[in-house]
């Protein structure tokens, strides 16, 4: 198991989840996280902590969100762990409602 972040996380990017996370499984990319599945020991501390309610268990994730379990898996090889809360990107507040983000995704 591990647990997966999804749409609502994206151009967000709250960081809320990396600070509770105790294995620093968290990847940054330049307007998204994703988790590193082979890292997350599904300890589930960081469900509550995202105020955008992105990040699932695997095992529960919605599935109009199950393409974020192939995109986590993927971009938590390429991107660089991010192991402390940063600010959240400037238009956060725009992009918090907003859904179907993932066609704007940033690879970096
Ligand atoms: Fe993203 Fe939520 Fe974490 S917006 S960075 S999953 S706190």
Redesign the pocket.
Known sequence: MTHV?TD??IK???????DVCPVDC?KQGPD??VIDPDECIDCAV?IP????N??YADTDTPEQFEPFLEINARLSKLWPTISKRIA?LPDAELWKDKTNKLAGLDLG
């Open positions: 972040v609502a996380c967000c990017k709250y960081t809320d989840c990396v968290f998204f996280l960081c902590e995202c105020p955008v992105a990040i959240p």
